[in-house]
């Protein structure tokens, strides 16, 4: 069965400087991985996905995330955060053929002036 | 398309009453997800039906938990007894055919059991 983790359960950053918020993930085959943002008092919403091909994907506001089969990991990256980016970030991964969709525990990005 | 829809937003509700989540999916997906997220455990899934059909209910943490999903367009999530240890946002999230597609989360219910 298939599993992520988030390492990280709160990232403090600085407005403008870079972040990377860290997902590993677990699985016996291949898969599928997301980036979703939840902002407060708000559902998911996605902000990037991983299906195949090549391994840097770009998604919404300027997120951009990296895939790595070797080390299994899906790290996401900014190069430069905003205020309006703190909310709580969440990897997730789905066995490619299976609906079951899986999610870390998230990690709570917190953007200070 | 209105998205995936949640009744009630909020429920606050006494320790021992049942309580009935709602979940109407976007129309034509046919996987539906249950979450449950609390500050401890994040976010975790409990049950997940395709086509109608449960297929993974190993998150469901006790026999008080139920699930159903009568027909494509409705499920619900029902707790009977309810425990304080319930509080939590449950969110539902429905996605299409295949898995190379996202799945779609509703806005969440918000309850408190006291």
């Known amino acids: 069965a298939q599993s992520v983790t988030q390492l990280d359960s709160q990232v403090p950053v600085f407005e403008e400087a870079p972040v990377e918020l860290r997902c590993n993930y677990s699985?016996?085959?291949?898969?599928?991985l997301f980036w979703y943002v939840q902002y407060p008092n708000q559902g998911l919403q996605l902000l990037l996905k991983?299906?195949?091909?090549?391994?840097l994907v770009k998604g919404i506001n300027g997120f951009e995330a990296e895939f790595n089969k070797s080390q299994t990991s899906f790290h996401l990256r900014k190069p430069s955060v905003h205020i309006s980016d703190t909310a709580e970030y969440f990897c997730a991964v789905s066995e490619t053929g299976f609906q079951k969709l899986v999610f870390g525990t998230g990690t709570r990005l917190l953007v200070s002036p | 398309d209105a998205g995936v829809i949640q009744s009630p937003r909020h429920e606050v509700t006494e320790m021992g009453q049942e309580v009935t989540l709602r979940c109407k999916p976007i129309s034509g997906h046919n996987s539906l997800f249950w979450y449950r997220q609390t500050m401890m455990r994040g976010l975790e899934l409990l049950i997940y039906?395709?086509?109608?059909?449960?297929?993974?209910d190993s998150g469901m943490p006790e026999d008080r938990f139920s699930a159903k999903m009568p027909n494509a367009s409705f499920s619900t999530l029902k707790i009977q007894p309810s425990e304080p240890r319930d509080s939590a946002v449950y969110f539902c999230a429905s996605r299409p055919q295949g898995s190379v597609t996202e799945a779609f989360f509703g806005q969440g219910t918000r309850l408190t059991v006291v």
């Open positions: 991983y299906l195949s091909g090549s391994t």
């Open positions: 699985s016996s085959v291949s898969v599928y």
């Open positions: 039906f395709n086509n109608n059909v449960p297929i993974d």
